[in-house]
């Protein structure tokens, strides 16, 4: 019997060819590392249950409660050519992660197209988290830490810095996605109800459904 969650969120990775989304989502749904990935052609799928806080007071000891969510997250290839394709993908998602690479000043300079489409095509409750990826790559940086936090801010967005190589922050960046959104439905700022949100009841309620898994690949060398 597959373990029980209480609701499960859509996810979806955004941003330019070669900033290591794919690796993101394989360190964080399967704790691996590839220095050679099949190029995305498309979408690729991956799922995750995570623990989430119930609020951020501090626990009291045996007592604390930590509800499960599951993941559903797809990562868009980043080719233009697949634009038309992965924009049907925005819809729907409760929260996005938006990837640049460090090293590679060309990927953040294409944060404010990807970020144009991204708001064009999410639902307005979405929350979005800014992704520096390649830390461990420090030597190599193109794009001071500094420069994401300004970015993130000016629009409103969470910001982290992540390696999909040495698993740094991986976790952390999908779970602070996931935490907001759980903040959300606490809140009554999101409908659970409202699949048009990117959340389905859990696995035990009525109605539940699994998306299946869509990906075709290709072969190439990436670095993540």
């Given at each position: 019997?597959?373990?029980?969650?209480?609701?499960?969120?859509?996810?979806?990775?955004?941003?330019?060819?070669?900033?290591?989304?794919?690796?993101?989502?394989?360190?964080?749904?399967?704790?691996?590392?590839?220095?050679?990935?099949?190029?995305?052609?498309?979408?690729?799928?991956?799922?995750?249950?995570?623990?989430?806080?119930?609020?951020?007071?501090?626990?009291?000891?045996?007592?604390?409660?930590?509800?499960?969510?599951?993941?559903?997250?797809?990562?868009?290839?980043?080719?233009?050519?697949?634009?038309?394709?992965?924009?049907?993908?925005?819809?729907?998602?409760?929260?996005?992660?938006?990837?640049?690479?460090?090293?590679?000043?060309?990927?953040?300079?294409?944060?404010?197209?990807?970020l144009e489409d991204a708001r064009q095509h999410l639902n307005k409750n979405s929350t979005i988290i800014l992704v520096g990826n390649k830390c461990d790559l420090d030597a190599k940086r193109a794009v001071a830490k500094e420069e994401g936090k300004e970015f993130a801010d000016a629009n409103g967005l969470l910001y982290i810095e992540t390696s999909s190589k040495t698993s740094d922050n991986v976790n952390k960046a999908f779970t602070m996605v996931a935490q907001e959104i759980y903040r959300k439905i606490r809140n009554n700022e999101i409908d659970p109800n409202d699949e048009s949100n990117g959340i389905k009841l859990g696995s035990s309620q009525p109605g539940h459904i699994s998306l299946p898994r869509d990906s075709h690949e290709e072969q190439s060398s990436c670095s993540c």
């Open positions: 019997m597959s373990e029980g969650y209480k609701y499960l969120f859509k996810f979806i990775i955004i941003g330019d060819t070669g900033v290591g989304k794919s690796c993101l989502l394989l360190q964080f749904t399967e704790q691996q590392f590839t220095h050679t990935h099949e190029l995305t052609i498309g979408v690729e799928f991956g799922a995750k249950l995570l623990e989430l806080k119930e609020n951020e007071a501090p626990a009291i000891e045996g007592n604390e409660t930590k509800p499960k969510v599951k993941l559903q997250i797809w990562d868009t290839a980043g080719q233009e050519s697949f634009r038309s394709i992965t924009r049907s993908y925005y819809r729907g998602a409760a929260g996005a992660l938006l990837v640049y690479d460090i090293t590679r000043a060309d990927t953040f300079k294409n944060l404010s197209k990807w």
